[in-house]
């Protein structure tokens, strides 16, 4: 069995973060969601756990408060995408659908990117690499 994430986000409004990541088509596995966390599928070894705020505190230590993500930098969650028309595609479609640019467009010719924040304020890259210039 490969190894896997899961990458554990608090959000205020669980079925508006899952109306917002369907409308950029991910899906979800109801094996692992119920009405407190929503398992949101990004690929065969890759998942984003969305959790309610209480569902959350439910996992971290003691003690420590939940980052109010559209104030504070929390972490930068980056993707790949295969082509710049993807990386395009998926950054609009995060705009349109309520999330907010997050940085100016990063274009270095060999590597391509666009970022948002979603409407929790989590920070997603998503970036292409020209596989050319990766293999030499």
């Given at each position: 069995?490969?190894?896997?994430?899961?990458?554990?986000?608090?959000?205020?409004?669980?079925?508006?973060?899952?109306?917002?990541?369907?409308?950029?088509?991910?899906?979800?596995?109801?094996?692992?969601?119920?009405?407190?966390?929503?398992?949101?599928?990004?690929?065969?070894?890759?998942?984003?756990?969305?959790?309610?705020?209480?569902?959350?505190?439910?996992?971290?230590?003691?003690?420590?408060?939940?980052?109010d993500a559209t104030r504070?930098?929390?972490?930068?969650?980056?993707?790949?995408?295969?082509?710049?028309?993807?990386?395009?595609?998926?950054?609009?479609?995060?705009?349109?659908?309520?999330?907010?640019?997050?940085?100016?467009?990063?274009?270095?010719?060999?590597?391509?990117?666009?970022?948002?924040?979603?409407?929790?304020?989590?920070?997603?890259?998503?970036?292409?690499?020209?596989?050319a210039a990766i293999e030499?």
């Open positions: 069995m490969s190894q896997m994430i899961f990458v554990n986000l608090p959000v205020k409004d669980l079925e508006a973060s899952k109306a917002f990541w369907g409308k950029l088509g991910y899906s979800f596995n109801p094996q692992f969601s119920d009405d407190t966390a929503a398992c949101m599928i990004i690929s065969d070894t890759i998942f984003a756990m969305l959790l309610t705020e209480p569902k959350f505190k439910e996992f971290t230590a003691p003690g420590k408060e939940i980052a504070t930098s929390e972490v930068l969650l980056a993707l790949s995408a295969e082509s710049r028309e993807k990386v395009d595609e998926l950054a609009d479609g995060a705009l349109a659908a309520g999330g907010s640019a997050a940085k100016d467009t990063m274009d270095y010719g060999t590597m391509y990117g666009r970022s948002f924040t979603d409407p929790d304020g989590h920070h997603w890259e998503v970036m292409w690499m020209d596989p030499g």
